[in-house]
Structures are given as structure tokens and as C-alpha cells.
């Protein structure tokens, strides 16, 4: 199981890129150490592969278009394909972790098509009403559900047979995670979220976070009116456009300040922030302390790291 203390993205994009993720076994299982994320968070993105998680200690928070749900230690959940989310521990620091399976749906679906894959597979991947199921120790059957998936982490590091195992492990979860989402596949999908509309109006801001963005250039780029892009915004993300950009290019900033030895004041122009002393005070508001600081905790600990 890998261990994962950050997240990777296509370029451009808010698309997470899974190095590991091999076309003729589409899986990985990592564990990710949540509170060595820079800012702390997981910010917006999606990926192609369905997620199951189980809490192995603390607590997390996560958001999806369709709202906000908290995951202590033993419980667990799935976000499906292509679902918008964000992530948060809310647990004490240094103990959230999270244990996480990424496959394709084709891993149990097989060939497009396939029986399997219509009767089973597309009811859920293709269900928009669908986006996050939460499984909680307190219910039997998602007790004996949560027990299943985390014991499948032991198969990821099997010798013989392990794909073999693992793919019939994954396929029984499946069929018993479609009776739990059985609930919300009976309700209609709820109207006001585009969920390809939304991520045209995130790809371009992350290719011009840099450059001043205005509402009426974001909107026309996804060929939405300006009233649309802060619905959008509103029902998607539960946020306005001007905020979520801000939040961007702060993130950005703390990428660079992590990472490179870039004077504060090229960071700041380099993610829109503008003059040092203007993107030192945003950010010292948004995270509680100056950028020289945030710079030398973060450089500090991956040389201790390193040791």
C-alpha cells in the first residue's frame, strides 16, 4: 500500500493523476496521511476511478455538490466516477489517515457492454444522484460492509493470485454497495448542477490563475451568463467565484512555497496574488501564519523526511 501525502493533478486541470495506475490493472490502494496535505485539505478535484475509503484513525470532512459529510475512525464511504469533491480532517493533528481503493468500474465490469456492466456497474456509475455513500459502523450491514473493505487492503499486497482475489473481493462489495445505494437511486436527480459546466469553469481558472480573471470572462468561457456561473458556483461548490479563485491561487502559493526557493514577491505575482505585502496579509488571514513561516514548516519537515 502506497502512503500518499499529497495529490497530483493533470495539467490545467483539477483531474487527480494516479501515476500508478496501470491500464491492465486498473487499481492502486494508498494510504493517505492527511495531515501532511499542504494546507491540511484535499481541494476540489475528480478522478475517473471510483473511491472506497475507510477511516483508519481521526476524522474527515467531505464535500461533494450535493453537500458536506463527516467520517470519524471506522467508518467509510464511496465517491463515485467523476464526482467533484473536497476533503478536510477535522480530527486532531497527526492522527487522520485514511485508507483508500481506486479502480477503474471496468476492473469489475469488463469489457464495455458486458452483461455485468449493464446490470450492475451503470446503474451506479451513470446514477447522478449518486455521488457520495456514506457507511456507518452503527448500521450491522455496513458494519459488515466497512469490515470487508478494509480487509481488502491486505489483498493489494498479496504474492499469488493477489489480482485474482482482489478483483472477486472488490466485485462482492459492489453488489452488497448498490443494495446501500438502492435509497438514493430511487430519487430523481437534483437539478442545478452541471457537473461538466462546473469543471469547464474550473480548467479555466487553473490555466489563468495567474492573470486577473473577471466574472463575465470566466462565464463566457463555459458559455454561461453571469447569473449562471454564480449558480453554478453556489450549488456546486457552495461558494462564489471570486472566493473559490482566491482559494485557488492561495493554494498555488503554498505549492510554490513548499517546493521552490521563488522570493515571496514572484510567488505572489506568479499566483495573482499581487505585491508582497498584499499576498502576505491574504495569506497570513487564510492561514494563520506569514509565508516565510508556512515555507520554512513545510521545507523543514521534508528534509526531516529525508532523513
Known sequence: MKQVRGIEFHAGSRE???PDFAPDFPYIASRAEL???PERLVPWHWHRAVELFYMESGALEYSTPQGRALFPAGSGGFVNTGVLHMTR???RAGENVQLVHLFDPSLIAGEPGSRIGQKYVLPLTAAPQVELIALSPADPAQAALLADIRAAFSLSEAADGCELRLRSALSEIWLRLLEQARP???QPARPGCSSEK?????VYIHEHYAEKISVTELAASAYLS???CFRLFRDCLHTTPAAYIQSYRLQMACEMLARSSESLTEVGRACGLGSSSYFGKLFREAMGCTPSEYRRKWQDGDKTGQE
Open 16 to 18: 487527480e493523476r494516479l
Open 226 to 228: 453571469e447569473r449562471a
Open 184 to 186: 438514493q437511486l430511487e
Open 89 to 91: 480532517p477535522v480530527g
Open 35 to 37: 495531515d501532511c496535505y
Open 198 to 202: 462546473i469543471k469547464a469553469l474550473l
